[in-house]
């Protein structure tokens, strides 16, 4: 069974995996990192890197670990791409019947939950070691006066925590953690004041800087051209950052 599971992943458009050889994968765990998620001026930002590893292989640069679950949540993926792509489809799918039989979304604490509970139902693959999911959620709160998105961060066993200003999973989570605890308190301007495209251009560098210290974190390169999965979220709801667009925005930042 093992063996015609691994012969599907390079056919999965969703994980963008190829690779010449999938039993190279054998008695291998897949995992995905990095990702963070955290405030800026107009809402939240949310990004990840492009890299797949097993173990001490590096199995794909070229995964998507920011998925967007309606129009205003999305979720970030780090662990078992299987395990998670499985939760993220169930969401989407539960949000939209939701939204399709009340006439109405789902309140964020019902999404939350909804995300909580399938961590819980993964705990068997959990403590097998071979399906740990470690997500991040931001989705806008619609009960409050001022339509405000906010950053929730699970552990593996369904545990959820709302962020003050960011949260960060995956094997570069520490470094990526790092800097943005720096910027919060000492940065010119802190995260959360900056605009779109100074969050964009932060969130690329904190890549680039964390694949430098952890091999698991990579597929980032932006002075070669490769970018970033980057979304962002706010009042007015999910919106993807384009290659393109961080393209034009890198250099220009950088001079």
């Known amino acids: 069974m093992d063996g015609d599971f691994l012969k599907l992943l390079p056919e999965n458009p969703l994980l963008r995996i ?11 765990r897949l995992e995905a990192t990095t990702v963070m998620a955290f405030h800026y001026r107009q809402g939240v930002l949310m990004a990840g890197d492009h890299r797949a590893t097993a173990e001490n292989l590096i199995y794909s640069d070229h995964v998507e670990k920011i998925l967007p679950l309606d129009e205003e949540s999305m979720m970030a993926i780090a662990g078992s791409p299987a395990v998670a792509l499985e939760m993220a489809r169930t969401l989407e799918t539960s949000f939209e019947f939701y ?21 819980k139902q993964n705990l068997p693959a ?10 991040i959620f ?50 010119s301007p802190v995260p959360r004041k900056m605009d779109l495209k100074q969050a964009t251009v932060l969130a ?7 694949a430098q210290f952890d091999s698991a974190t990579g597929g980032v390169d932006p002075s070669a051209g490769r970018f970033a999965t980057v979304y962002s979220l706010s009042a007015a709801g999910v919106r ?11 250099p220009a930042a950088s001079t």
């Open 99 to 119: 939204r399709r039989s009340q006439l109405q979304t789902m309140s964020l604490q019902a999404k939350v939950r909804s995300l909580s509970h399938l961590l």
């Open 204 to 210: 690329l560098r904190i890549l680039t800087t964390a």
């Open 126 to 135: 959990v403590l097998q070691g071979v399906g740990t999911v470690v997500p």
């Open 18 to 28: 190829q690779t010449r050889d999938p039993k190279a994968l054998e008695g291998h």
């Open 240 to 250: 993807q950052i384009t290659q393109e667009e961080q393209g034009t925005w890198w």
């Open 138 to 187: 931001a989705g806008v709160d619609r009960s409050n006066a001022v339509a405000a998105p906010a950053i929730f961060f699970f552990d593996p066993l369904g545990a959820q925590f709302e962020t003050a200003s960011f949260a960060a999973s995956g094997s570069g989570s520490l470094n990526v953690k790092s800097i943005l605890g720096f910027l919060e308190n000492w940065g």
